[in-house]
């Protein structure tokens, strides 16, 4: 009889450890790698070829996260970012607007995931302050392609990280 009322504790203690974990949504946030700057007039540039390498690096570097989701902005240098990522994990890239970060439908079709979303200097600190609720991160010098914010929701809590990675 102990037997299994302990074992039944076991399962339903598991059952939950299973439901908070599926209720958790992380995001990691970069900002796109480097753009071609010779051409002052274009709103939209390709990446360089070492913003190429960098895009691969992300890749790498985020090899050991199961992304169930790769957003990106709608501009070439943020797809170009973003592609390697989402093609080592087999997923469709998707474009989200970054005007309108975090609203029902994007916490929706987010909710439980584990989602990487590839922005610019100010749209991504921004997007991180919305999740979070205040004004924690400033906008990221145009110099530095090197940020990498770590979000996570549950029921109890929203906690963030940010680290430097490269150069």
Known sequence: MMKNIFLTLLFLFGIQTVTAQSETTTYYFI??????????????????????????????????????????????RTIETARPTAKANDIELKIYNPKKPFDKKFQNDTKGKTVLIVGHSNSSPTFVNTILGKSKYEEIDESNYTNLYIVHINKASKTSTLLHIGD
Do not use: E
């Open 31 to 76: 900002r796109h790698a480097d753009k071609v700057l010779t051409n002052k007039k274009d709103r939209d540039p390709d990446l360089t070829k070492k913003g190429y390498a960098r895009a691969q690096n992300w890749a790498k570097v985020l090899s050991d996260v199961k992304f169930d989701i790769v957003y990106s902005s709608n501009y070439k």
